[in-house]
Nanobody, 115 residues
Framework: QVQLVESGGGLVQPGGSLKLSCAAS????????MGWYRQAPGKQRELVTD???????NYVNSVKGRFTISRDNAKNTVYLEMNSLKPEDTAVYYC?????????WGQGTQVTVSS
């Protein structure tokens, strides 16, 4: 079965960094658009960034210049490097994989930015 397993979340001070990982299994990973979404308390889930099978990336304006998405097709893993973190980045971060009508989600990992 398909599994997307996130790791790397935690508590970090403002201005700090975290790197999230999402290991995929059960899919032809290299063909999928992989993305990171986040959902803060009381807010809708939003797309943070995604990366196509060809390596093209897209970022929401609020994270441009601070977050970097990358993928390693040999390891079936997508990463999210987050720098200069702000309290407003606090959310549950979800890994997502899309290919046509296929759409898979991870269980989420909590990122908390607080002093």
């Amino acid at each position: 079965q398909v599994q997307l397993v996130e790791s790397g979340g935690g508590l970090v001070q403002p201005g700090g960094s975290l790197k999230l990982s999402c290991a995929a299994s059960g899919i032809t990973f290299s063909r999928y658009v992989m993305g990171w979404y986040r959902q803060a308390p009381g807010k809708q889930r939003e797309l943070v960034t995604d990366i196509t099978s060809g390596g093209n990336t897209n970022y929401v304006n609020s994270v441009k210049g601070r977050f970097t998405i990358s993928r390693d097709n040999a390891k079936n893993t997508v990463y999210l490097e987050m720098n200069s973190l702000k309290p407003e980045d606090t959310a549950v971060y979800y890994c997502n994989g899309k290919l046509g009508h296929l759409n898979y989600w991870g269980q989420g990992t909590q990122v908390t930015v607080s002093s």
